[in-house]
């Protein structure tokens, strides 16, 4: 990876918790990285910052508010400033040589899209795109020569140990989880859980969003569907284990009773450096793991009695359709009203159970069809939470 060319990179969510680790490797590496593109949501201040620090070509705000303040903070930058998703999505015909999606939710699909359509690589962390509209995404990067690099950890382990040599002997993948932290927390308990303990993680520092599903395990829900879509394996073919010291990410089953699995400290450096260097590897990890201080490594079944998520999101797997892009969007919906503390802990499933009950699932999966069913989808379950309130 050395030489005169510099690998040219797009972060999308660049504010964020994806976006600061990925910003903390490139930093490390200005001879191997140039940052042409970055944006953010809300975070004029933050955005601005890193703008100066990194000098990218283009800074997005996607976000309503603050653009004149963005102006203010970088109009003698020679940076180009834009406002909106539109401008985000035009921004991206550039096509960097690698562009790290580390929005949160749904309003990572354009971008994704957009990414595979003119056929860049695309280090997908934003797993809502996958789950809503996997389809999509694979039929574009297969059509336009664009590359998915699974970037989220454990998806990132199975690519790491994945023989494409040897693919037709893979019998099946494992997914760990570190159950969250509410792992040993008793159901009785569960109608009380606040979202400050919710986000409280044990293992990972993360954004709001995917804490909260970390804490009700419909983020390894989202990720048995996002496996699905990332390695084209059927859903029976990919196990969730609970193994709370998070220190496995994932693991492949060979037929001759081989099991590779990726090892590495819960810090999303890890796969994102993998991701960045690809198909090299990058060497900023000093330390490394010491196994040594490793005293046990514990795996577990999922409690499915109070873990329902993970049932909940195979079923719309299997169920198909735009199944699970009502999944997708009711939980968003859900887990926003949660940490807003109109809902309980328990409500954010019952919601999502609620929503794809209400909601007719079959049908044609184009891009229309998935942004007209997260919209009705997203209305039912808020019309559902509204009730509950009154
Ligand atoms: P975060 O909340 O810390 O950051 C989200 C970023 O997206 C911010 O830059 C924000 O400004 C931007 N954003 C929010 N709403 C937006 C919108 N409507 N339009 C455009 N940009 C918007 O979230 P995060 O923890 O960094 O997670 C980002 C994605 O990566 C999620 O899909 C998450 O599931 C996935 N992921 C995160 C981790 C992690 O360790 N944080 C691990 C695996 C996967
Ligand atoms: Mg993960």
Redesign the pocket.
């Known amino acids: 990876m050395s030489g005169a060319h510099k690998k040219s990179l797009a972060v ?10 990925v910003l903390d490797l490139v930093a490390r590496y200005d001879d191997r990285y140039e940052v042409v593109l970055l ?5 004029v201040a933050e ?1 601005a910052e890193l703008a100066l620090k990194f000098r990218p070509r283009h800074v997005v705000l ?2 309503d508010a603050g653009f004149a303040d963005l102006e203010a903070r970088l109009g003698d930058s020679g940076a180009h400033l834009h406002h909106g ?1 539109d401008a ?1 999505l035009a921004c991206l015909d550039e096509t960097p040589d690698l562009t790290i ?5 749904i ?2 699909l354009l ?1 994704s899209l957009r990414v595979l359509e003119s056929g860049g690589a695309l280090g997908l ?5 996958l789950v809503a509209a996997g389809a999509l995404l694979v039929e574009a990067s297969a059509q336009h020569g664009g590359v998915i690099l699974p ?3 454990e998806h990132n382990a199975i690519f790491q140990v994945w023989s494409a040599q040897h693919a037709a002997a893979i019998k099946s993948i494992t997914l760990t989880a570190s159950g969250g932290p509410f792992l040993n927390t008793p159901l009785t308990d569960f109608a009380h859980l606040t979202a400050d303990a919710a986000l409280r993680h044990p293992k ?8 909260i ?1 970390s804490a009700t395990m419909m ?1 390894k829900g ?1 990720e048995v569907i996002e496996a699905c879509v990332l390695f084209d394996v059927p859903i029976e073919a990919v196990d969730v284990v609970v193994h709370p010291q998070a220190v496995v990410h994932g693991l492949v089953h060979y037929a001759d009773g081989s099991v590779l699995a990726q090892l590495g400290a819960a810090d ?1 450096r890890v ?1 994102l450096s993998y991701v960045l260097a690809w198909p090299e590897r990058l060497p900023w990890c000093a330390d490394g793991l010491d196994v040594l201080a490793l005293s046990r490594l514990d795996f577990l079944p999922v409690d499915e009695a109070r873990f329902p998520a993970v049932e909940l999101a195979r079923g719309a797997w299997r169920q198909g359709g735009v199944a699970p892009c009502v999944l997708n969007a009711a939980n968003e919906v859900a887990v926003e009203a949660f940490l807003k503390g109109k809902i309980g802990f328990l409500d954010i499933i019952a919601s999502i159970e609620h929503t794809l009950s209400a909601m007719s699932l079959g049908g044609n999966v184009d891009l229309e069809a998935v942004l007209g069913a997260h919209d009705e989808a997203t209305a039912t379950a808020r019309a559902w939470i509204e009730q509950k309130g009154s």
Request: glycine share 18%.
């Open positions: 999308l969510g660049a504010t964020g918790s994806i976006g600061h680790s944006t953010g949501h809300q975070q955005l996607t976000g998703m985000l999606n580390g929005i949160s939710g309003a990572g971008p962390a934003n797993k809502e795109s970037t989220d950890s990972w520092q993360m954004g709001r969003k995917i804490s599903d983020n989202l999303m796969p």
